[in-house]
């Protein structure tokens, strides 16, 4: 299995600012996820975050909007740039090693105002 | 993407069974079919996953039809902490991305 953190838990935060969201897990994992979950909806993939390289992002979603790190594989930081109250969400940050099932964390929730 | 069809809403009594249906008819033959479950105010949890057989574990059964366009998740006994939004997901087998729906929200009445 795998433990999952994310900070912050949730947060409240101005239009036009910026937020990064940490995840960290409790043991190496070969892959990385982000995840948006909008209110009453689904979730949506935002994005693969890579080791020592640039995220893979799907589409609808832009680097320049969703800038991702991964320094090591334990863990991944998700910013929210310039953001607008339809930035209002759940992310969610998952792993998964090769053969086994994903795990998800419990989700940053924002409230942009 | 994978697509999946899944009855928005279902209600079971506490300790009967339920089976919650999904079809998924353009499945590949390599895709797998995974179930996850979302309890409120939580992240997504996994259920079970199967290829072609049907499969059993500690929270629930999966029966994929023969022809693997559709599959049932069973829960043998629900009881109130199942009460969750249920997705089915096929997961390509060339990627290990899982592309949700909308899923099922499954209630339980005491």
């Known amino acids: 299995s795998a433990v999952i953190s994310q900070k912050p838990s949730r947060d409240i935060c101005q239009r036009g600012t910026s937020l990064t969201i940490q995840c960290q897990v409790d043991?190496?994992?070969?892959?990385m996820f982000w995840y948006r979950q909008q209110p009453g909806q689904s979730l949506t993939l935002i994005a693969t975050a890579n080791q020592g390289s640039e995220a893979t992002y799907e589409s609808g979603f832009v680097i320049d909007k969703f800038p991702i790190s991964r320094p090591n594989l334990t863990f991944s930081t998700l910013t929210v740039s310039n953001m607008s109250p339809e930035d209002s969400s759940i992310y969610l940050c998952?792993?998964?090693?090769?053969?086994?099932?994903?795990?998800f964390g419990p989700g940053t929730r924002l409230l942009v105002l | 993407d994978a697509k999946t069809t899944q009855p928005n809403s279902m209600e079971s009594n506490e300790e009967e069974p339920v089976h919650l249906p999904c079809n998924h008819s353009t499945i590949s033959g390599t895709d797998y079919i995974h179930w996850y479950r979302q309890l409120p105010s939580q992240g997504p949890e996994y259920v079970i996953h199967?290829?072609?057989s049907n499969v059993n574990n500690r929270m629930a059964s999966l029966a994929i039809a023969e022809d693997r366009k559709s599959s049932t998740l069973i829960l043998h006994r629900a009881t109130l902490r199942d009460a969750a939004v249920y997705y089915c997901i096929h997961q390509p087998g060339s990627n290990y991305k899982l592309t949700f729906g909308k899923g099922t929200l499954l209630t339980v009445n005491p």
């Open positions: 998952s792993v998964r090693r090769i053969q086994e099932t994903q795990y």
């Open positions: 043991s190496q994992v070969t892959m």
């Open positions: 199967g290829l072609t």
